[in-house]
């Protein structure tokens, strides 16, 4: 019975959608570009005071810091070195602890997370690193989440590569990362290479959410109140999910209902190579974007999907970046690396994904998506893998 109930919202998912309300539609305008240090595999916007920074990344050892005006133009602030990072930065997250803004980098190269102060002026001070340990996996460190509680503030980390799991660290006033709690990947859960993470909370109670992209699937965590977790529920892909290769996670709420929308990036778009281990899964069977609903126990369920059309380009997903729009939808965008491009959708109170305008960028995205609303406007910032380019876009409403 729960297996036909599950096919049944499937089923659902795929018909026409129709709302009540005003179908949203963009069209996505090149605003400015410049260049970066490296190519873009990671960037993030802060504001600080009244000004909005752009932070980005790649495949080197430096982070690119940019000042975003309210019309969406891009200054070069300058450029901050990390620690042994010479194969790469990822997971860039900014936020505010005790009143101090950070940003907190994943250093894939050097297998440690590097917490940096942020400065009025947009400017980076270095604060700490925790370096990788027999026991935290922080290997290929590539994904970062900040979450706020009552007893303090913490931070989630997950890799790439074996050993493979999930980390929490409580964050100091400083900035200074105290190791609370590692738990390694098993066979039921989805942490062998965590590339997408998001929360909900629910009646004060924490709940973080992770991508597996080596072992297709999501898992639901509960954060307790002193930054320790426990697995809650999780869910393997198969021919009617899209979890193959799962890649970005992000949360939304729309009229009390929680969502956790996840993207993929097939199995079938790498080169057959050891570190994929389930062999089987390069049969492809399709792409799309998942909505999953999440329940009071913080437990997520599937409830629609958007499947690839001719009328859309998602092959390939890497990047979500969700930005605000109104009380009834959120927009959810959608950066690719292999149709080179930026798909929008609007996500609706009852979790359907609605296409709302896209763009061809001319460069592969590969994780390299942030956006931000500035003013009365709303702005993405891809960066291209294949060069050293960072591209602002204005969603203009038609």
Same mark, same amino acid.
């Given at each position: 019975?729960?297996?036909?109930?599950?096919?049944?919202?499937?089923?659902?998912?795929?018909?026409?959608?129709?709302? /009540?309300?005003?179908?949203?539609?963009?069209?996505?305008?090149?605003?400015?570009?410049?260049?970066?240090?490296?190519?873009?595999?990671?960037?993030?916007?802060?504001?600080?005071?009244?000004?909005?920074?752009? %932070?980005?990344?790649?495949?080197?050892?430096?982070?690119?810091?940019?000042?975003?005006?309210?019309?969406?133009?891009?200054?070069?602030?300058?450029?901050?070195?990390? %620690?042994?990072?010479?194969?790469?930065?990822?997971?860039?997250?900014?936020?505010?602890?005790?009143?101090?803004?950070?940003?907190?980098?994943?250093?894939?190269?050097?297998?440690?997370?590097?917490?940096?102060?942020?400065?009025?002026?947009?400017?980076?001070?270095?604060?700490?690193?925790?370096?990788?340990?027999?026991?935290?996996?922080?290997?290929?460190?590539?994904?970062?989440?900040?979450?706020?509680?009552?007893?303090?503030?913490?931070?989630?980390? &997950?890799?790439?590569? =074996?050993?493979?799991?999930?980390? $929490?660290?409580?964050? $100091?006033?400083? &900035?200074?990362?105290?190791?609370?709690?590692?738990?390694?990947?098993?066979?039921?859960?989805?942490?062998?290479?965590?590339?997408?993470?998001?929360?909900?909370?629910?009646?004060?109670?924490? %709940?973080?959410?992770?991508?597996?992209?080596?072992? +297709?699937?999501?898992?639901?965590?509960?954060?307790?109140?002193?930054?320790?977790?426990?697995? /809650?529920?999780?869910? $393997?892909?198969?021919?009617?999910?899209?979890? +193959?290769?799962?890649?970005?996670?992000?949360?939304?709420? =729309?009229?009390?209902?929680?969502?956790?929308?996840?993207?993929?990036?097939?199995?079938?778009?790498?080169?057959?190579?050891?570190?994929?281990?389930?062999?089987?899964?390069?049969?492809?069977?399709?792409?799309?974007?998942?909505?999953?609903?999440?329940?009071? =126990?913080?437990?997520?369920?599937?409830?629609?999907?958007?499947?690839?059309?001719?009328?859309?380009?998602?092959?390939?997903?890497?990047?979500?970046? =969700?930005?605000?729009?109104?009380?009834?939808?959120?927009?959810?965008?959608?950066?690719?690396?292999?149709?080179?491009?930026?798909?929008?959708?609007?996500?609706?109170?009852?979790?359907?994904?609605?296409?709302?305008? +896209?763009?061809?960028?001319?460069?592969?995205?590969?994780?390299?998506?942030?956006?931000?609303?500035?003013?009365?406007?709303?702005?993405?910032?891809?960066?291209?893998?294949?060069?050293?380019?960072?591209?602002?876009?204005?969603?203009?409403?038609?």
């Amino acid at each position: 019975m729960q297996r036909f109930f599950f096919y049944l919202l499937v089923s659902w998912a795929f018909l026409p959608t129709t709302s /009540l309300h005003s179908q949203p539609k963009f069209d996505l305008i090149p605003v400015d570009q410049a260049a970066a240090s490296f190519n873009t595999v990671t960037s993030t916007v802060h504001q600080v005071g009244e000004a909005h920074y752009l %932070y980005s990344a790649g495949d080197g050892e430096k982070i690119d810091i940019y000042q975003i005006s309210e019309d969406g133009n891009i200054e070069p602030v300058g450029v901050q070195d990390t %620690y042994q990072s010479r194969k790469g930065i990822r997971g860039l997250v900014a936020d505010t602890i005790a009143g101090k803004n950070f940003l907190f980098a994943g250093l894939k190269g050097a297998n440690a997370v590097e917490v940096f102060e942020i400065n009025p002026d947009g400017s980076l001070s270095s604060a700490f690193v925790t370096p990788d340990t027999d026991s935290t996996y922080l290997v290929r460190v590539i994904t970062l989440q900040v979450i706020h509680l009552a007893s303090g503030d913490y931070l989630y980390a &997950g890799g790439l590569e =074996k050993p493979a799991g999930l980390s $929490a660290y409580k964050i $100091a006033p400083s &900035g200074e990362l105290t190791h609370l709690q590692s738990m390694a990947d098993t066979e039921e859960i989805h942490t062998d290479g965590i590339i997408g993470m998001s929360i909900h909370e629910i009646d004060g109670t924490t %709940y973080l959410y992770t991508g597996g992209f080596q072992d +297709n699937g999501l898992s639901s965590f509960r954060i307790s109140e002193d930054g320790t977790f426990e697995n /809650l529920n999780n869910i $393997a892909d198969d021919h009617t999910l899209f979890l +193959n290769g799962a890649y970005p996670v992000i949360s939304a709420t =729309k009229q009390g209902w929680r969502f956790v929308v996840v993207g993929h990036r097939h199995h079938t778009y790498y080169r057959p190579t050891p570190w994929v281990k389930d062999r089987h899964t390069y049969y492809h069977h399709g792409d799309a974007v998942s909505v999953f609903l999440v329940n009071e =126990k913080g437990e997520v369920n599937p409830r629609s999907a958007f499947r690839d059309n001719t009328e859309t380009l998602i092959q390939g997903q890497t990047r979500l970046q =969700k930005l605000p729009l109104d009380d009834n939808f959120d927009l959810i965008a959608v950066a690719t690396r292999d149709d080179q491009s930026l798909q929008l959708f609007a996500l609706n109170e009852t979790g359907r994904l609605i296409e709302a305008g +896209n763009v061809k960028t001319g460069f592969p995205i590969y994780y390299g998506l942030s956006g931000q609303k500035i003013g009365d406007k709303l702005f993405l910032f891809a960066g291209a893998v294949s060069d050293n380019t960072i591209v602002s876009y204005r969603l203009d409403p038609k």
